[in-house]
C-alpha cells in the first residue's frame, strides 16, 4: 500500500530526512516513532502530499505520489496533529466541503456524515460554529472528514493528542477495526504505549534516518534488551546515535 524509494527532504542545509526506504503493506497499522525533531512529522506530511520529496518516490496503492497526486491523494485519509479548521462554519458545513473535496456521493453524504458524528459524540455539536469546538473536539472533526470516503491509507500524526480517555479508546477500537477490513494505517506517535498496543509493526527514525524496524520483538533485539516496555527499547536505540554523514 505504501512504498517510499530512497526518500530525502532537505531544508537548505538541514538534511530533515535521509534515504528513507519503507513497505507498508494493506491492512497493516505501522507505528512511526522517534524524537523530537526527527524527521516523523516531515516524512507524514510527504505521505500526505504536503510536502514534496527533495529526492526520491512515494507510491500510494502503485500511484507514483509525483506523477499522478490526485489519485494518490483521493484514498488517503489524512489527520495531522495540529488541525487547522475554518472556525466561522459548523462541523457539518466543514464535513460537507470535505465531501464535496472527495466526491463523496450526495445521496449517501447525509447517513454517513451523521453517522460519524455520532460516533465520536458530536452528533449534538453538527451545527454549531467549529469556534465553540474544543482542541478534543477538532481533533475529532478531523478525523470524521478523514474517514467520510472510506479511504484505503490513514496517516495519522500523534492521533491520541487532546482526546479524553474515552476518546483514546475509540480511536484505539477503530484502528483496529479498520485494520481488519483491510485499511493501512500509518501512525506517528510519542506515545509508545500506543505504539505497542496497535501496531503490526514500528519504525524508529532518528536525526531523519531509519535506524530500527520490526515487530517488538525484533526491536527488542536490535536494541538487545530482553525484557521491558518499548520505552526502553526506544531510549537504547536512540541514545547517542551517530550524525549520518
Same mark, same amino acid.
Given at each position: 500500500?505504501?512504498?517510499?524509494?530512497?526518500?530525502?527532504?532537505?531544508?537548505?542545509?538541514?538534511?530533515?530526512?535521509?534515504?528513507?526506504?519503507?513497505?507498508?503493506?494493506?491492512?497493516?497499522?505501522?507505528?512511526?516513532?522517534?524524537?523530537?525533531?526527527?524527521?516523523?512529522?516531515?516524512?507524514?506530511?510527504?505521505?500526505?502530499?504536503?510536502?514534496?520529496?527533495?529526492?526520491?518516490?512515494?507510491?500510494?496503492?502503485?500511484?507514483?505520489?509525483?506523477?499522478?497526486?490526485?489519485?494518490?491523494?483521493?484514498?488517503?485519509?489524512?489527520?495531522?496533529?495540529?488541525?487547522?479548521?475554518?472556525?466561522?462554519?459548523?462541523?457539518?458545513?466543514?464535513?460537507?466541503?470535505?465531501?464535496?473535496?472527495?466526491?463523496?456521493?450526495?445521496?449517501?453524504?447525509?447517513?454517513?456524515?451523521?453517522?460519524?458524528?455520532?460516533?465520536?459524540?458530536?452528533?449534538?455539536?453538527?451545527?454549531?460554529?467549529?469556534?465553540?469546538?474544543?482542541?478534543?473536539?477538532?481533533?475529532?472533526?478531523?478525523?470524521?472528514?478523514?474517514?467520510?470516503?472510506?479511504?484505503?491509507?490513514?496517516?495519522?500524526?500523534?492521533?491520541?493528542?487532546?482526546?479524553?480517555?474515552?476518546?483514546? &479508546?475509540?480511536?484505539?477500537?477503530?484502528?483496529?477495526? +479498520?485494520? !481488519?477490513? *483491510?485499511? /493501512?494505517?500509518? =501512525?506517528?506517535?510519542?506515545? $509508545?504505549?500506543?505504539?505497542?498496543?496497535?501496531?503490526? &509493526?514500528?519504525?524508529?527514525?532518528?536525526?531523519?534516518? +531509519?535506524? !530500527?524496524? *520490526?515487530? /517488538?520483538?525484533? =526491536?527488542?533485539?536490535?536494541? $538487545?534488551?530482553?525484557?521491558?516496555?518499548?520505552?526502553?527499547?526506544?531510549?537504547?536505540?536512540?541514545?547517542?546515535?551517530?550524525? !549520518?554523514?
Amino acid at each position: 500500500m505504501i512504498r517510499l524509494e530512497s526518500v530525502n527532504k532537505r531544508y537548505g542545509h538541514v538534511h530533515a530526512v535521509k534515504d528513507l526506504s519503507l513497505e507498508i503493506q494493506k491492512g497493516e497499522v505501522f507505528g512511526f516513532i522517534g524524537p523530537n525533531g526527527a524527521g516523523k512529522t516531515t516524512t507524514i506530511r510527504m505521505l500526505g502530499g504536503l510536502l514534496i520529496p527533495t529526492s526520491g518516490k512515494i507510491f500510494i496503492d502503485g500511484k507514483d505520489m509525483a506523477k499522478e497526486p490526485e489519485k494518490a491523494k483521493k484514498i488517503i485519509g489524512f489527520i495531522p496533529d495540529r488541525p487547522f479548521l475554518y472556525d466561522k462554519i459548523t462541523g457539518m458545513e466543514f464535513l460537507r466541503f470535505m465531501g464535496d473535496m472527495y466526491g463523496v456521493d450526495d445521496k449517501i453524504f447525509p447517513d454517513k456524515a451523521n453517522g460519524l458524528l455520532k460516533m465520536f459524540s458530536l452528533n449534538e455539536w453538527g451545527n454549531e460554529l467549529i469556534a465553540s469546538y474544543s482542541h478534543g473536539m477538532k481533533q475529532r472533526i478531523i478525523m470524521c472528514s478523514a474517514l467520510l470516503h472510506d479511504p484505503q491509507l490513514i496517516v495519522v500524526d500523534e492521533p491520541m493528542v487532546g482526546l479524553d480517555p474515552r476518546g483514546i &479508546r475509540l480511536v484505539k477500537d477503530l484502528i483496529r477495526e +479498520l485494520a !481488519a477490513k *483491510g485499511t /493501512t494505517v500509518f =501512525l506517528s506517535t510519542h506515545t $509508545l504505549e500506543v505504539a505497542q498496543d496497535l501496531c503490526h &509493526r514500528i519504525g524508529i527514525i532518528n536525526r531523519g534516518a +531509519l535506524i !530500527a524496524l *520490526g515487530n /517488538t520483538s525484533d =526491536l527488542k533485539k536490535a536494541a $538487545l534488551v530482553e525484557e521491558g516496555e518499548l520505552e526502553a527499547v526506544f531510549l537504547r536505540l536512540t541514545q547517542e546515535q551517530p550524525e !549520518a554523514a
